[in-house]
C-alpha cells in the first residue's frame, strides 16, 4: 500500500506564504500525476494545481501566478508553494497521486489526510 502525508500547513497572515509539502511512503510503486486539492467551509473539494510525471504544471486560474506546483521524483515528494496568500485561499489543502503499485497497470488514486491553512490578519 501507499501513503501520502501532507504537512506545512498553518496560520499566516494576508500577503505572507507558505509551503505544503507531500511525500508518498510504501513499497513498489510508480506515481504519475500529482495534484493539490482544497476544500473550504460549506464548499466542494476544488483543484488547485497538477504536475504530470515529467514535470508539466496546470493551475486553477486563483492559483496561477501566485501558487508554484513542483516535485521531487526522488524523494516521491510533491511541494505547492503558495505566495501572496489571500483569505479566500483558507482551506485544507489535499494532495493527491495517481499510482500503480508493483508490476500493475492499473491505475489508482490516493490521497492524504489534508493539512489545514488558514490566512487571516
Known amino acids: 500500500q501507499v501513503q501520502l502525508v501532507e504537512s506545512g500547513g498553518g496560520l499566516v497572515q494576508p500577503g505572507e506564504s507558505l509551503r505544503l509539502s507531500c511525500a508518498a511512503s510504501?513499497?513498489?510503486?510508480?506515481?504519475?500525476?500529482m495534484g493539490w486539492y482544497r476544500q473550504a467551509p460549506g464548499k466542494q473539494r476544488e483543484l488547485v494545481a497538477t504536475?504530470?510525471?515529467?514535470?508539466?504544471?496546470t493551475y486553477v486560474d486563483s492559483a496561477k501566478g501566485r501558487f508554484t506546483i513542483s516535485r521531487d521524483n526522488a524523494k516521491n515528494t510533491v511541494y505547492l508553494q503558495m505566495n501572496s496568500l489571500k483569505p479566500e485561499d483558507t482551506a485544507v489543502y489535499y494532495c493527491?497521486?495517481?499510482?500503480?503499485?508493483?508490476?500493475?497497470?492499473?491505475?489508482?488514486?490516493?490521497w492524504g489526510q489534508g493539512t489545514q491553512v488558514t490566512v487571516s490578519s
Open positions: 493527491n497521486a495517481d499510482i500503480t503499485l508493483g508490476t500493475s497497470w492499473v491505475l489508482r488514486t490516493y
Open positions: 510504501g513499497s513498489s510503486f510508480n506515481i504519475y500525476t
Open positions: 504536475i504530470s510525471s515529467s514535470g508539466t504544471a
